[in-house]
């Protein structure tokens, strides 16, 4: 079962910074990463920034298409009017059909704002406990905010957003 994981931290450049441990964890068999994406979000700008880490080998990455349209989905559709909103509003259906639901967005638009950043992951497999540790042994405490795909949810996920 994949889990879709979001790691907020209190500033701009945390995830940025927690992008290099997370790979090492990967390395060390903590971490079973299947994708990844960054949000970074600067003090005076209207919107955040998002970046797919290219940086991973993972046979099970969903893509730019997917990350894109739940980056639209969380930061952008309310800033870009109804039209777009509407438009989004099959593909929204389609992600609430793999556990990606209205409470899951809601949570994560409320915690990811202004001068703050996150990591979202796609991950196989994952020690919390161990992921944590290694975040505060750099100084950074993020706070985690997550939902768990189960295997068909995650099947759907990928026939959603095949490339």
Do not use: C
Not at 50 to 57: D, E, G, I, K, Y
Not at 85 to 98: K, Q, Y
Not at 122 to 132: C, G, M, Q, W
Request: glycine content about 10%.
């Amino acid at each position: 079962m994949a889990t879709l994981s979001v790691w907020k931290f209190d500033t701009p450049d945390g995830a940025r910074e927690a992008e290099e441990l997370l790979l090492s964890l990967q390395k060390q068999g903590l971490v079973t990463l299947d994708d990844a994406a960054v949000v970074y979000w600067e003090p005076g700008k209207r919107a955040p920034k998002t970046r797919q880490m290219h940086n991973l080998a993972a046979v099970g990455a969903l893509g730019g298409t997917f990350w894109g349209v739940l980056f639209g989905l969380l930061f952008f559709v309310p800033i870009l009017g109804a039209a777009v909103g509407a438009a989004a509003g099959a593909v929204g259906g389609a992600l609430t059909d793999v556990g990606i639901d209205d409470d899951f967005i809601r949570s994560v638009r409320d915690t990811i704002t202004e001068g703050t950043s996150a990591l979202f992951l796609l991950t196989e497999s994952v020690v919390i406990d161990k992921t944590k540790e290694a975040f505060a042994e750099k100084g950074l405490r993020p706070e985690l905010v997550h939902t768990n795909l189960s295997d068909a949810e995650e099947r759907q996920l990928r026939e959603i957003f095949a490339e």
